[in-house]
């Protein structure tokens, strides 16, 4: 019985994933149009497409593709060479509570361990439209690391391009790892930040939660 009960949970796991429904293809004139609309952004080099990133993969070089899901996402298919990484790999465990950023100096260790050195180029994804790849994205980007893009899209973005994905780990080669230069605070809202920017009428305080997170309707537990 508990064998068949394994089978069964396995069974569910598998055919729940697969079974969600797989973003459209776009058309050639539609990747065309994508490939124009990063002109118009302020910061366009943070993010790359699809069909970018995989030129730039297939380029060679010192790239690092990041896939930010829980494993079982990732094992299930993820862009070719991609290394996955979960929330707990770059939160700090110095809090009461979690979700906090980690400290440069396990960050520093972290790459390292995925083989990444200062001139790797890394490109991250997620499959909950950047929300985890962006803040990765945060984190490095204050402590120093520059050569580094989402992938727009995510997951979806990558079949929506007609790419293929995989199901085979890459091997990693560790390395060491220097952030360079000082951590750039001005890009951390303090509590003190916020407190000073309710009555600031030149400063926009953006919520970016559910109605129902922000009215405390919905009370969401860490997800680890």
């Excluded at 400290?103 to 994804?125: Q, V």
């Excluded at 997620?126 to 992938?151: C, N, P, Q, S, T």
Aim: aromatic content about 8%.
């Amino acid at each position: 019985m508990k064998k068949l009960l394994v089978v069964l949970m396995i069974a569910t796991l598998i055919f729940g994933v697969a079974g969600c429904s797989s973003p459209d293809v776009k058309t050639e004139e539609e990747l065309k149009k994508q490939e124009t609309k990063y002109d118009q952004y302020a910061n366009p080099e943070v993010i790359v497409s699809a069909m970018q990133a995989k030129e730039m993969i297939d380029q060679g070089g010192k790239i690092a593709v990041i896939d930010i899901r829980k494993s079982a996402e990732y094992l299930l298919g993820h862009i070719p060479g991609a290394i996955n990484i979960w929330r707990p790999d770059y939160e700090s465990t110095n809090y009461e509570f979690g979700g906090m950023r980690a400290e440069k100096e396990k960050m520093e260790a972290f790459l390292g361990s995925l083989g990444i050195d200062n001139e790797t180029m890394i490109l991250l994804y997620d499959g909950k439209g950047e929300y985890d790849a962006a803040r990765v994205w945060w984190i490095l980007d204050m402590y120093g690391h520059e050569k580094m893009a989402l992938i727009d899209g995510g997951i979806d973005g990558w079949k929506a391009s007609g790419l293929d994905t995989t199901i085979e780990k890459p091997e990693i080669t560790p390395t060491e790892y220097k952030f360079k230069g000082d951590v750039d605070e001005s890009k951390l809202a303090t509590l003190e930040d916020v407190k000073a920017a309710i009555d600031d009428p030149n400063v926009i305080i953006l919520d970016t939660r559910s109605i129902e997170e922000a009215t405390g309707e919905s009370l969401k537990e860490r997800c680890i």
